[in-house]
């Protein structure tokens, strides 16, 4: 089964810094795109970043751009999200998921980031 | 700034057929974009239902299709039932690696 599991989340304040992972198994990691979306409380769901299959082409939302980091280590089928200069408006649940729109997109159950004074 | 429109809600009586649309403001929606679906109730993850277009995801009920109607990618639900009460949202593909989601649509069924 393909599972996506992140961690990572927590309390920070603003301007603050935390790096998110998600660990994966049950398919080839190597072979797929991999993205980030979070959601707002009580509000939709937003992308935010992407890396190819081999991490080459990496591709951020404007309101992430120059703050958030996005890698992958292949070797540890494993997908990250460096976030630095942390603001209100980023928190969020942060969901970790395999493809988007071309082919079959995993979830997993995402990771409470909550940025508050 | 790319912007994709859903309704806001619906509502559908049980057994009742119900099609959500998405939609862009600069644009008409083509397969190019790989319209996707996706369901969430309420402190749950979104599940997969449709992408590239019309591909159900594994396990999605076939009373669910994805088709392009006009200039929209549009979500079908037939004969609608009592846990398809979810906010359903769609995505498109823009180019240049950015996805865009729409605001979600909220569905009722009574």
């Known amino acids: 089964d393909v599972q996506l599991v992140e961690s990572g989340g927590g309390l920070v304040k603003p301007g603050g810094s935390l790096r998110l992972s998600c660990v994966t198994s049950g398919f080839a990691f190597n072979r797929y795109s991999m993205n980030w979306v979070r959601q707002a409380p009580g509000k939709g769901l937003e992308w935010v970043s992407s890396?190819?299959?081999?991490?080459?082409?990496?591709y951020y939302a404007d309101s992430v751009k120059g703050r958030f980091t996005i890698s992958r280590d292949n070797t540890k089928h494993s997908l990250y999200l460096q976030m630095k200069s942390l603001r209100v408006e980023d928190t969020a649940v942060y969901y970790c998921?395999?493809?988007?729109?071309?082919?079959?997109?995993?979830w997993g159950q995402g990771t409470l980031v909550t940025v508050s004074s | 700034q790319t912007v994709v429109t859903q309704e806001p809600s619906f509502s559908v009586s049980p057994g009742g057929t119900v099609t959500l649309t998405c939609g862009l403001t600069?644009?008409?929606?083509?397969?190019?974009?790989?319209p996707s679906w996706y369901q969430q109730t309420p402190g749950q993850a979104p599940r997969t239902l449709i992408y590239s277009t019309k591909i159900r995801s594994s396990g999605v009920p076939d009373r669910f299709s994805g088709s392009i109607l006009g200039n929209k990618a549009a979500l079908t639900i037939t004969g609608a039932q009592a846990d398809d009460e979810s906010d359903y949202y769609c995505?498109?593909?823009?180019?240049?690696?950015?996805?865009?989601f729409g605001g979600g649509t909220k569905v009722t069924v009574l």
């Open positions: 600069s644009d008409s929606v083509s397969p190019n974009y790989y």
């Open positions: 890396s190819s299959s081999s991490g080459s082409y990496i």
């Open positions: 998921v395999r493809d988007l729109g071309e082919l079959d997109a995993y």
């Open positions: 995505a498109l593909y823009v180019g240049a690696g950015i996805w865009v």
